[in-house]
């Protein structure tokens, strides 16, 4: 069974730029959750997806935001990139809110 | 406050030995789930074990255990016979309002703790 799949694995940007990551969850898994990872903050979420809605939210500003397709596949944008942005961005998918979640290698993205 | 406190930011242990991993959580939610997950320097994050709230009995999955003490609020990582590629950030992370049918999805992460491996 493949596992949780993200891409770009890297990205290198400019500021004011905007990007798009991609992840594609374990087969059958229909929720998708984005974390953010950073030297200073450590793991820190940012939203969840469940059945093509967003279900949770963290604590980020609007410039990031998500979708989530039929097929379960997620999306993620953030506008306006800022220096602070660079960072580890990890995907992880869930049967069920009872079940662990798995994560992908993450889209290390930085930001010139 | 912090949910999830790791206090070892770094941990030494000699290959062979066993290895107790810190991890304290604070919750009003009676029903929560605890998580460990082992992040290697490649960046993945790997589930190790799971522990339930209302789980009777402390969960284990091969060399790994949980100390699961309901009461101090802690659930501590037991690593046995500790393998050179143990050598990684270890996460604690906490899932609260399980079982309700609402949704709390997210997991809370603590700051880590890196595990040194020594042969």
């Known amino acids: 069974k493949a596992g949780v799949t993200q891409t770009p694995r890297y990205l290198i940007k400019t500021r004011g730029q905007q990007v798009t990551l991609s992840c594609s969850p374990i087969?059958?898994?229909?929720?998708v959750s984005w974390y953010q990872q950073t030297p200073g903050q450590g793991l820190q979420f940012l939203f969840e997806y469940f059945s093509e809605t967003q279900r949770n939210k963290g604590n980020f500003p609007g410039r990031f935001s998500g979708r989530q397709f039929s097929n379960s596949r997620s999306e993620m944008n953030v506008s306006t990139l800022e220096l602070g942005d660079s960072a580890l961005y990890l995907c992880?998918?869930?049967?069920?809110?009872?079940?662990?979640?798995?994560f992908g290698d993450g889209t290390r993205l930085s930001i010139l | 406050a912090q949910k999830i406190t790791q206090t070892q930011p770094g941990m030494f242990v000699q290959e062979k030995e066993a290895v107790t991993l810190d991890c304290t959580y604070d919750?009003?939610?009676?029903?929560?789930?605890l998580f460990w997950y082992k992040q290697p320097s490649s960046g993945e994050m790997i589930f190790l074990i799971y522990q339930g709230s209302y789980d009777q009995q402390n969960a284990t999955e091969g060399r790994y255990s949980l100390n699961f003490q309901k009461a101090r609020k802690s659930a501590n990582l037991v690593i046995s016979a500790s393998q050179l590629g143990d050598s990684a950030m270890y996460f604690c992370a906490m899932r609260e309002g399980l079982g309700y049918g609402g949704s709390q999805g997210n997991l809370i992460f603590g700051k880590g703790t890196k595990l040194s491996v020594k042969p």
């Open positions: 087969s059958g898994h229909r929720s």
């Open positions: 992880a998918s869930s049967l069920d809110d009872k079940q662990p979640q798995h």
């Open positions: 919750t009003s939610d009676p029903s929560y789930g």
